[in-house]
Protein backbone atom coordinates (compact mmCIF):
# COMPACT_ATOMS: atom_id res chain seq x y z
CA UNK A 1 0.00 0.00 0.00
CA UNK A 2 1.25 3.48 -1.06
CA UNK A 3 1.53 5.79 1.54
CA UNK A 4 3.32 8.77 0.11
CA UNK A 5 1.69 11.64 0.73
CA UNK A 6 0.69 13.89 -1.78
CA UNK A 7 3.01 17.66 -1.43
CA UNK A 8 1.11 20.92 -1.73
CA UNK A 9 3.26 24.31 -1.86
CA UNK A 10 1.24 27.12 -0.15
CA UNK A 11 2.74 31.07 -1.13
CA UNK A 12 0.62 33.08 1.10
CA UNK A 13 2.18 36.70 2.04
CA UNK A 14 -0.03 37.13 5.08
CA UNK A 15 0.79 35.02 8.09
CA UNK A 16 -2.20 34.14 9.44
CA UNK A 17 -4.29 33.02 5.98
CA UNK A 18 -0.85 31.23 4.95
CA UNK A 19 -1.66 29.15 8.28
CA UNK A 20 -4.92 28.64 7.96
CA UNK A 21 -4.53 27.54 4.93
CA UNK A 22 -1.47 25.14 5.78
CA UNK A 23 -3.71 23.46 9.12
CA UNK A 24 -6.80 23.20 7.08
CA UNK A 25 -4.50 20.93 3.96
CA UNK A 26 -2.11 19.05 7.03
CA UNK A 27 -5.41 17.72 8.45
CA UNK A 28 -6.83 16.27 5.38
CA UNK A 29 -3.66 14.57 5.10
CA UNK A 30 -1.37 16.45 3.24
CA UNK A 31 2.40 17.03 3.24
CA UNK A 32 2.01 20.79 3.11
CA UNK A 33 5.65 23.26 2.63
CA UNK A 34 4.09 27.12 2.58
CA UNK A 35 6.18 30.49 2.27
CA UNK A 36 5.59 33.93 2.43
CA UNK A 37 7.04 34.90 -1.14
CA UNK A 38 6.83 34.29 -4.83
CA UNK A 39 10.73 34.50 -4.91
CA UNK A 40 11.08 31.55 -2.44
CA UNK A 41 8.31 29.68 -4.02
CA UNK A 42 10.00 29.65 -7.85
CA UNK A 43 13.41 28.65 -5.30
CA UNK A 44 11.96 25.80 -4.09
CA UNK A 45 10.26 25.16 -8.03
CA UNK A 46 13.45 24.62 -8.49
CA UNK A 47 14.76 22.09 -5.89
CA UNK A 48 11.34 20.32 -5.16
CA UNK A 49 8.75 18.66 -6.93
CA UNK A 50 5.48 19.32 -5.96
CA UNK A 51 1.78 17.80 -6.92
CA UNK A 52 -0.06 20.98 -6.12
CA UNK A 53 0.73 24.69 -5.73
CA UNK A 54 -1.69 27.14 -4.12
CA UNK A 55 -0.66 30.57 -4.35
CA UNK A 56 -1.66 34.10 -3.84
CA UNK A 57 -2.05 36.86 -6.71
CA UNK A 58 -0.97 39.99 -5.11
CA UNK A 59 2.37 39.65 -3.79
CA UNK A 60 5.60 41.87 -4.19
CA UNK A 61 8.60 41.32 -6.28
CA UNK A 62 7.24 38.13 -7.28
CA UNK A 63 3.30 37.84 -7.83
CA UNK A 64 1.31 35.01 -8.04
CA UNK A 65 1.36 35.07 -11.83
CA UNK A 66 4.32 34.34 -12.08
CA UNK A 67 4.69 31.67 -9.55
CA UNK A 68 2.25 29.93 -12.23
CA UNK A 69 4.06 30.75 -15.14
CA UNK A 70 6.98 29.16 -13.45
CA UNK A 71 5.37 26.20 -12.00
CA UNK A 72 4.11 25.27 -15.66
CA UNK A 73 7.59 25.52 -16.80
CA UNK A 74 9.12 23.24 -14.26
CA UNK A 75 6.59 21.35 -13.70
CA UNK A 76 4.23 20.85 -16.53
CA UNK A 77 1.78 18.40 -14.81
CA UNK A 78 1.87 20.33 -11.14
CA UNK A 79 -1.64 21.83 -10.87
CA UNK A 80 -2.18 25.46 -9.76
CA UNK A 81 -5.04 26.78 -7.54
CA UNK A 82 -4.93 31.02 -7.64
CA UNK A 83 -6.27 32.76 -4.86
CA UNK A 84 -6.93 36.58 -4.26
CA UNK A 85 -8.53 39.35 -2.40
CA UNK A 86 -8.43 41.52 -5.36
CA UNK A 87 -10.45 39.42 -8.03
CA UNK A 88 -11.03 40.95 -11.39
CA UNK A 89 -12.70 38.86 -14.55
CA UNK A 90 -9.62 40.10 -16.55
CA UNK A 91 -6.88 38.84 -13.63
CA UNK A 92 -9.01 35.11 -13.58
CA UNK A 93 -8.90 34.64 -17.25
CA UNK A 94 -5.58 35.37 -17.58
CA UNK A 95 -4.93 33.09 -14.29
CA UNK A 96 -7.20 30.55 -16.65
CA UNK A 97 -4.68 31.29 -20.24
CA UNK A 98 -1.73 30.57 -18.46
CA UNK A 99 -3.17 27.43 -16.57
CA UNK A 100 -4.24 27.49 -13.46
CA UNK A 101 -6.62 24.94 -12.73
CA UNK A 102 -9.17 27.21 -10.70
CA UNK A 103 -9.18 30.55 -9.48
CA UNK A 104 -10.61 30.88 -5.55
CA UNK A 105 -11.66 34.32 -4.35
CA UNK A 106 -11.37 35.84 -0.64
CA UNK A 107 -12.75 35.50 1.02
CA UNK A 108 -12.88 31.43 0.49
CA UNK A 109 -15.04 28.35 2.40
CA UNK A 110 -12.86 25.84 4.14
CA UNK A 111 -15.08 22.92 2.59
CA UNK A 112 -14.45 25.07 -1.34
CA UNK A 113 -10.48 24.81 -0.44
CA UNK A 114 -10.85 20.88 0.65
CA UNK A 115 -13.18 20.10 -2.49
CA UNK A 116 -11.32 22.18 -5.39
CA UNK A 117 -7.97 20.56 -3.92
CA UNK A 118 -9.22 17.05 -4.03
CA UNK A 119 -10.57 17.73 -7.38
CA UNK A 120 -6.99 19.17 -8.26
CA UNK A 121 -5.04 16.31 -7.41
CA UNK A 122 -7.42 13.52 -8.66
CA UNK A 123 -6.75 15.74 -12.40
CA UNK A 124 -2.82 15.39 -11.95
CA UNK A 125 -3.49 11.67 -10.44
CA UNK A 126 -5.14 10.87 -14.11
CA UNK A 127 -3.03 12.71 -16.10
CA UNK A 128 0.26 11.06 -14.82
CA UNK A 129 -1.61 7.87 -15.32
CA UNK A 130 -2.62 8.66 -18.96
CA UNK A 131 0.47 9.40 -19.78
CA UNK A 132 2.34 5.90 -17.77
CA UNK A 133 -0.60 4.17 -19.92
CA UNK A 134 0.57 5.62 -23.13
CA UNK A 135 4.53 5.29 -22.38
CA UNK A 136 3.39 1.59 -21.51
CA UNK A 137 1.75 0.89 -24.74
CA UNK A 138 4.24 2.60 -26.27
CA UNK A 139 6.68 0.35 -25.29
CA UNK A 140 4.44 -2.89 -25.86
CA UNK A 141 4.41 -1.07 -29.61
CA UNK A 142 7.93 -1.39 -29.97
CA UNK A 143 9.48 -2.11 -32.94
CA UNK A 144 8.89 -6.21 -32.65
CA UNK A 145 12.27 -7.82 -31.68
CA UNK A 146 14.22 -8.58 -35.22
CA UNK A 147 16.43 -11.31 -34.32
CA UNK A 148 20.01 -11.87 -36.00
CA UNK A 149 23.68 -10.04 -35.93
CA UNK A 150 24.12 -11.27 -39.92
CA UNK A 151 25.38 -8.89 -42.69
CA UNK A 152 21.86 -8.95 -44.50
CA UNK A 153 19.81 -8.62 -41.54
CA UNK A 154 21.79 -5.35 -39.99
CA UNK A 155 21.19 -4.11 -43.62
CA UNK A 156 17.25 -4.41 -42.80
CA UNK A 157 16.96 -2.94 -39.55
CA UNK A 158 19.10 -0.57 -40.63
CA UNK A 159 17.02 0.47 -43.72
CA UNK A 160 13.75 -0.20 -41.05
CA UNK A 161 15.01 2.83 -39.38
CA UNK A 162 15.80 5.26 -42.28
CA UNK A 163 12.21 4.51 -43.83
CA UNK A 164 9.91 4.74 -40.86
CA UNK A 165 9.59 8.18 -40.21
CA UNK A 166 8.67 8.86 -44.02
CA UNK A 167 4.91 8.04 -45.14
CA UNK A 168 6.38 6.40 -48.26
CA UNK A 169 4.83 3.08 -49.67
CA UNK A 170 6.71 0.00 -48.87
CA UNK A 171 6.92 -3.34 -50.95
CA UNK A 172 8.84 -6.00 -48.96
CA UNK A 173 10.41 -9.18 -51.01
CA UNK A 174 11.45 -12.04 -49.60
CA UNK A 175 10.60 -16.09 -49.83
CA UNK A 176 7.51 -17.41 -47.35
CA UNK A 177 8.39 -17.81 -44.14
CA UNK A 178 10.99 -15.24 -43.58
CA UNK A 179 9.20 -12.57 -41.40
CA UNK A 180 7.79 -10.03 -43.56
CA UNK A 181 4.52 -9.21 -41.26
CA UNK A 182 7.41 -8.68 -38.14
CA UNK A 183 9.16 -6.08 -40.36
CA UNK A 184 6.10 -4.15 -41.25
CA UNK A 185 4.79 -4.18 -37.98
CA UNK A 186 8.38 -2.70 -37.09
CA UNK A 187 8.13 0.10 -39.43
CA UNK A 188 4.61 0.73 -38.31
CA UNK A 189 5.21 0.82 -34.51
CA UNK A 190 7.95 3.75 -34.80
CA UNK A 191 6.52 5.84 -37.59
CA UNK A 192 4.63 8.55 -36.85
CA UNK A 193 1.04 6.47 -37.17
CA UNK A 194 2.38 4.28 -34.29
CA UNK A 195 -0.77 5.31 -31.98
CA UNK A 196 -2.95 4.45 -34.84
CA UNK A 197 -4.14 0.62 -35.87
CA UNK A 198 -2.17 -1.62 -38.07
CA UNK A 199 -4.07 -4.04 -40.08
CA UNK A 200 -2.90 -7.30 -41.93
CA UNK A 201 -4.46 -8.34 -44.60
CA UNK A 202 -3.51 -11.92 -46.89
CA UNK A 203 -4.66 -11.38 -50.60
CA UNK A 204 -4.13 -15.08 -51.06
CA UNK A 205 -6.44 -15.94 -48.78
CA UNK A 206 -10.09 -14.60 -49.89
CA UNK A 207 -12.10 -14.52 -53.56
CA UNK A 208 -12.46 -11.13 -55.01
CA UNK A 209 -15.67 -10.58 -53.77
CA UNK A 210 -15.05 -10.99 -50.18
CA UNK A 211 -11.35 -9.22 -50.80
CA UNK A 212 -13.95 -6.41 -51.60
CA UNK A 213 -15.72 -6.24 -49.05
CA UNK A 214 -13.27 -6.96 -46.56
CA UNK A 215 -10.73 -4.04 -47.85
CA UNK A 216 -13.45 -1.31 -48.82
CA UNK A 217 -17.14 -2.42 -46.73
CA UNK A 218 -20.76 -2.54 -47.18
CA UNK A 219 -23.34 -0.72 -47.72
CA UNK A 220 -26.75 -1.40 -46.15
CA UNK A 221 -28.26 -3.61 -48.40
CA UNK A 222 -25.51 -4.02 -51.08
CA UNK A 223 -26.16 -7.34 -51.15
CA UNK A 224 -28.84 -10.22 -49.92
CA UNK A 225 -28.13 -10.19 -46.15
CA UNK A 226 -26.36 -6.76 -46.11
CA UNK A 227 -28.56 -5.72 -42.97
CA UNK A 228 -26.48 -3.25 -41.91
CA UNK A 229 -23.29 -0.97 -43.17
CA UNK A 230 -19.83 -2.61 -42.68
CA UNK A 231 -17.07 -0.62 -42.68
CA UNK A 232 -13.77 -1.89 -44.35
CA UNK A 233 -10.29 -2.36 -43.09
CA UNK A 234 -9.07 0.26 -45.28
CA UNK A 235 -11.58 2.82 -43.36
CA UNK A 236 -11.27 1.24 -39.89
CA UNK A 237 -7.39 1.72 -40.67
CA UNK A 238 -7.68 5.46 -40.50
CA UNK A 239 -4.09 7.15 -39.78
CA UNK A 240 -2.47 3.91 -39.48
CA UNK A 241 -0.76 1.21 -41.84
CA UNK A 242 -2.29 -1.50 -43.83
CA UNK A 243 0.02 -4.62 -44.72
CA UNK A 244 -0.89 -6.68 -47.33
CA UNK A 245 0.33 -9.67 -47.59
CA UNK A 246 1.14 -11.40 -50.72
CA UNK A 247 0.11 -8.58 -52.65
CA UNK A 248 1.07 -10.88 -56.00
CA UNK A 249 -1.95 -12.72 -55.40
CA UNK A 250 -4.54 -10.08 -56.19
CA UNK A 251 -6.81 -10.68 -58.98
CA UNK A 252 -6.13 -7.61 -61.39
CA UNK A 253 -10.08 -5.88 -61.25
CA UNK A 254 -8.68 -5.93 -57.33
CA UNK A 255 -5.33 -4.27 -58.13
CA UNK A 256 -7.28 -1.45 -60.30
CA UNK A 257 -9.45 -0.52 -57.56
CA UNK A 258 -6.61 -0.65 -55.31
CA UNK A 259 -4.58 1.84 -57.11
CA UNK A 260 -7.08 4.17 -56.97
CA UNK A 261 -7.45 4.35 -52.89
CA UNK A 262 -3.38 4.67 -53.28
CA UNK A 263 -3.77 7.37 -55.84
CA UNK A 264 -7.12 9.30 -54.70
CA UNK A 265 -6.96 8.72 -50.89
CA UNK A 266 -10.40 7.26 -50.91
CA UNK A 267 -12.38 4.63 -52.04
CA UNK A 268 -16.66 3.44 -52.91
CA UNK A 269 -17.68 0.61 -50.41
CA UNK A 270 -19.49 -2.37 -52.37
CA UNK A 271 -22.78 -1.00 -52.61
CA UNK A 272 -22.23 2.62 -52.23
CA UNK A 273 -22.13 5.60 -54.54
CA UNK A 274 -20.01 8.46 -52.68
CA UNK A 275 -16.53 8.21 -51.35
CA UNK A 276 -14.84 8.01 -48.48
CA UNK A 277 -11.78 9.84 -47.84
CA UNK A 278 -8.57 7.70 -46.47
CA UNK A 279 -5.49 8.16 -44.90
CA UNK A 280 -3.45 4.88 -45.03
CA UNK A 281 0.23 4.10 -45.48
CA UNK A 282 0.77 0.84 -47.88
CA UNK A 283 3.18 -2.17 -46.89
CA UNK A 284 3.04 -4.85 -49.21
CA UNK A 285 4.74 -8.12 -49.33
CA UNK A 286 5.29 -10.93 -51.66
CA UNK A 287 7.18 -14.02 -52.24
CA UNK A 288 6.70 -13.52 -56.01
CA UNK A 289 8.87 -11.87 -58.77
CA UNK A 290 6.75 -9.09 -59.62
CA UNK A 291 8.99 -7.31 -62.31
CA UNK A 292 8.09 -10.27 -64.26
CA UNK A 293 4.81 -10.55 -63.48
CA UNK A 294 4.43 -7.23 -64.52
CA UNK A 295 6.25 -8.22 -67.58
CA UNK A 296 4.09 -11.14 -68.41
CA UNK A 297 0.89 -9.22 -67.94
CA UNK A 298 -0.17 -10.68 -64.15
CA UNK A 299 0.53 -7.55 -61.93
CA UNK A 300 -0.52 -4.00 -62.84
CA UNK A 301 2.45 -1.73 -64.03
CA UNK A 302 1.42 1.20 -62.73
CA UNK A 303 0.22 -0.92 -59.06
CA UNK A 304 3.64 -2.01 -58.77
CA UNK A 305 5.83 1.62 -58.76
CA UNK A 306 3.37 3.35 -56.90
CA UNK A 307 3.73 0.18 -54.24
CA UNK A 308 7.19 -0.06 -54.96
CA UNK A 309 8.68 3.40 -53.78
CA UNK A 310 10.91 1.91 -51.05
CA UNK A 311 11.91 -1.88 -51.28
CA UNK A 312 13.40 -4.15 -48.61
CA UNK A 313 14.69 -7.49 -49.50
CA UNK A 314 13.96 -10.37 -46.67
CA UNK A 315 16.96 -12.64 -46.73
CA UNK A 316 15.86 -16.70 -46.52
CA UNK A 317 17.07 -18.38 -43.60
CA UNK A 318 19.72 -19.89 -45.62
CA UNK A 319 21.31 -16.96 -46.53
CA UNK A 320 21.94 -16.03 -42.72
CA UNK A 321 23.35 -19.12 -41.49
CA UNK A 322 24.98 -17.43 -38.30
CA UNK A 323 21.70 -16.12 -37.19
CA UNK A 324 19.75 -20.10 -37.05
CA UNK A 325 21.24 -20.43 -33.21
CA UNK A 326 19.90 -16.79 -31.88
CA UNK A 327 16.57 -18.00 -33.46
CA UNK A 328 16.67 -21.35 -32.13
CA UNK A 329 17.69 -20.40 -28.73
CA UNK A 330 15.18 -17.39 -28.92
CA UNK A 331 11.81 -19.93 -30.00
CA UNK A 332 13.31 -22.28 -27.77
CA UNK A 333 12.32 -19.76 -24.44
CA UNK A 334 9.22 -19.10 -26.18
CA UNK A 335 7.95 -22.52 -26.42
CA UNK A 336 9.39 -23.85 -22.82
CA UNK A 337 7.39 -20.71 -21.30
CA UNK A 338 4.56 -21.28 -23.32
CA UNK A 339 4.33 -24.91 -22.16
CA UNK A 340 5.79 -24.51 -18.48
CA UNK A 341 8.98 -26.52 -19.42
CA UNK A 342 12.25 -25.61 -17.98
CA UNK A 343 14.64 -26.45 -21.21
CA UNK A 344 17.98 -24.48 -21.03
CA UNK A 345 19.43 -25.35 -23.88
CA UNK A 346 20.30 -27.29 -27.55
CA UNK A 347 22.75 -29.81 -27.62
CA UNK A 348 25.94 -29.24 -30.10
CA UNK A 349 24.78 -31.72 -32.31
CA UNK A 350 21.36 -30.54 -32.66
CA UNK A 351 22.36 -27.02 -32.79
CA UNK A 352 25.01 -28.59 -35.66
CA UNK A 353 21.86 -30.45 -37.43
CA UNK A 354 20.05 -27.20 -37.20
CA UNK A 355 22.70 -25.17 -38.53
CA UNK A 356 22.94 -27.54 -41.65
CA UNK A 357 19.63 -27.73 -42.77
CA UNK A 358 18.52 -25.37 -45.67
CA UNK A 359 15.55 -24.57 -44.02
CA UNK A 360 13.05 -24.22 -47.39
CA UNK A 361 10.36 -23.18 -44.78
CA UNK A 362 12.32 -20.73 -43.36
CA UNK A 363 11.99 -18.78 -39.89
CA UNK A 364 8.43 -20.15 -39.86
CA UNK A 365 10.04 -23.64 -40.29
CA UNK A 366 12.61 -23.69 -38.10
CA UNK A 367 9.86 -22.03 -35.09
CA UNK A 368 7.76 -25.31 -35.90
CA UNK A 369 10.93 -27.57 -35.54
CA UNK A 370 11.31 -25.71 -32.21
CA UNK A 371 8.17 -26.00 -30.70
CA UNK A 372 7.55 -29.82 -31.75
CA UNK A 373 11.20 -30.46 -30.20
CA UNK A 374 10.14 -28.69 -27.12
CA UNK A 375 6.78 -30.48 -27.05
CA UNK A 376 8.38 -34.02 -27.11
CA UNK A 377 11.89 -33.32 -24.99
CA UNK A 378 11.70 -34.84 -21.95
CA UNK A 379 14.85 -33.41 -20.09
CA UNK A 380 16.44 -30.26 -19.65
CA UNK A 381 18.24 -30.08 -23.23
CA UNK A 382 17.14 -30.66 -26.74
CA UNK A 383 19.00 -33.48 -28.14
CA UNK A 384 18.94 -34.83 -31.60
CA UNK A 385 16.85 -37.52 -31.25
CA UNK A 386 14.30 -34.43 -30.09
CA UNK A 387 14.29 -33.07 -33.82
CA UNK A 388 12.05 -34.16 -36.70
CA UNK A 389 12.91 -37.47 -38.46
CA UNK A 390 13.16 -35.77 -41.97
CA UNK A 391 16.06 -33.40 -40.35
CA UNK A 392 17.72 -36.24 -38.77
CA UNK A 393 17.52 -38.17 -41.99
CA UNK A 394 19.77 -36.06 -43.55
CA UNK A 395 23.80 -37.04 -44.29
CA UNK A 396 25.35 -34.28 -43.08
CA UNK A 397 28.89 -35.48 -43.82
CA UNK A 398 27.83 -36.85 -47.44
CA UNK A 399 26.39 -33.25 -48.45
CA UNK A 400 29.24 -31.22 -46.87
CA UNK A 401 31.76 -33.85 -48.87
CA UNK A 402 29.98 -34.25 -52.01
CA UNK A 403 27.43 -31.44 -53.11
CA UNK A 404 26.10 -33.35 -55.84
CA UNK A 405 24.15 -35.16 -53.01
CA UNK A 406 22.31 -32.37 -52.01
CA UNK A 407 19.01 -32.67 -51.97
CA UNK A 408 16.80 -30.01 -53.87
CA UNK A 409 14.80 -27.29 -52.78
CA UNK A 410 11.75 -29.28 -53.80
CA UNK A 411 12.75 -32.00 -51.99
CA UNK A 412 12.81 -30.52 -48.93
CA UNK A 413 9.72 -28.39 -49.35
CA UNK A 414 7.79 -31.75 -50.17
CA UNK A 415 9.76 -33.44 -46.33
CA UNK A 416 8.44 -30.04 -44.74
CA UNK A 417 5.22 -30.15 -45.94
CA UNK A 418 4.64 -34.29 -45.21
CA UNK A 419 5.77 -33.85 -41.70
CA UNK A 420 3.57 -30.85 -41.02
CA UNK A 421 0.70 -32.76 -42.09
CA UNK A 422 1.47 -35.50 -40.12
CA UNK A 423 1.77 -33.14 -37.51
CA UNK A 424 -1.15 -31.62 -38.08
CA UNK A 425 -3.34 -35.14 -38.47
CA UNK A 426 -3.90 -34.65 -41.67
CA UNK A 427 -5.62 -31.04 -40.90
CA UNK A 428 -5.43 -29.05 -43.77
CA UNK A 429 -6.57 -26.02 -42.82
CA UNK A 430 -4.21 -26.09 -39.55
CA UNK A 431 -0.99 -27.38 -41.79
CA UNK A 432 -1.88 -24.13 -44.06
CA UNK A 433 -2.19 -21.92 -40.72
CA UNK A 434 1.34 -23.42 -39.65
CA UNK A 435 2.87 -23.33 -42.95
CA UNK A 436 1.72 -19.93 -43.68
CA UNK A 437 -0.18 -19.94 -46.56
CA UNK A 438 -3.83 -20.54 -48.08
CA UNK A 439 -5.69 -23.82 -47.80
CA UNK A 440 -5.86 -24.10 -51.91
CA UNK A 441 -1.93 -23.29 -52.31
CA UNK A 442 -1.08 -26.45 -49.98
CA UNK A 443 -3.63 -28.54 -51.96
CA UNK A 444 -2.23 -27.58 -55.36
CA UNK A 445 1.88 -28.58 -53.24
CA UNK A 446 -0.03 -31.58 -52.01
CA UNK A 447 -1.14 -32.45 -55.30
CA UNK A 448 2.16 -31.34 -57.06
CA UNK A 449 4.15 -33.67 -54.56
CA UNK A 450 1.74 -36.60 -54.98
CA UNK A 451 1.00 -36.51 -50.85
Request: aromatic residues 6%; contains cysteine.
Amino acid sequence: MDTTKEKILVVEDEDIARKNLEYILEKEGYEVVSVNSGVKAIDLLNREDFDLVITDLKMEKVDGMEVLKKSKELQAHTEVIMITGYATVDSAVEAMRQGAYYYLAKPYKIDEVRQITREALLKRKLQLENIRLKDSLKKSKQSPEIIGNSEAMQVVKKTINQIAPSDSNVLILGESGTGKELVAKAIHNISPRADNRFIAFNCGSFTEELMANELFGHEKDAFTGATKRKAGLLEVAEGGTVFLDEIGDMPLSMQVKLLRVIQEKELLPVGGVETISVDVRFIAATHRDLKQDVEQGRFRQDLYYRLNVITIRLPSLAEREGDIPLLANHFLAKSSQAVKKHIREISRDAMDLLSQYSWPGNIRELENVIESAVALGRGPVIRVNDLPDYILNLSIETYRHNPSNLPSLQEHEKRYIKWVLERCHGNKSRAAKMLGIDRVSLWRKIKRYDL
